[in-house]
């Protein structure tokens, strides 16, 4: 697949696991910051991130701040972007299977490692339903356009 990953200071260390992981697994991983741990805004991180996800149609975006949320809230704003914050397996597999999510957010400050890489498996080896769960995701995306 192809990834695009990002982060700010308070996710700087596991966006580097995670794309070294990905990355032995076979995945292309582009990687848009931050680049070390000198505080950055999450807002701009999302904003850099979901807009070349948008423009160069990458599988799915990884997002990663201190606990997730303030980058979803972020990059949920973007039209064209379905964010879901995970910390658990099954809404990992459900974002993909009936959100359709195209980026994903974690919490460094909240999750370990091998949570973290669980739940990005967990993603990963979901598919979209399609069917009703589409109906849906149009029905987001008219919110969008109001
Ligand atoms: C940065 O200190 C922190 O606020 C940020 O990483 C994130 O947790 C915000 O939601």
């Not at 697994?25 to 505080?39: Q, T």
Request: aromatic fraction near 6%.
């Amino acid at each position: 697949m192809r990834i695009i990953i990002g982060s700010d200071h308070g996710g700087y260390e596991l966006k580097g696991e995670l794309a070294v992981r990905l990355k032995k697994e076979g995945h292309e991983v582009e990687d848009i910051g931050c680049y070390s741990k000198d505080a950055v805004d999450y807002p701009d991180v999302a904003q850099t991130l979901c807009t070349r996800l948008l423009k160069d149609g990458y599988d799915f975006g990884i997002l990663i701040c201190g606990t997730g949320i303030g980058i979803s809230i972020a990059a949920n704003k973007i039209d064209g972007i379905r964010a879901a914050h995970l910390s658990d397996a099954y809404s990992a597999a459900m974002a993909k299977a009936h959100n359709n999510a195209n980026v994903i957010t974690l919490g460094a400050r909240t999750l370990g490692v091998e949570l973290a890489w669980n739940l990005v498996e967990s993603y990963m080896s979901s598919s979209f339903l399609g069917g009703v769960h589409q109906q849906r995701i149009d029905k987001i995306a008219k919110l969008e356009r109001r």
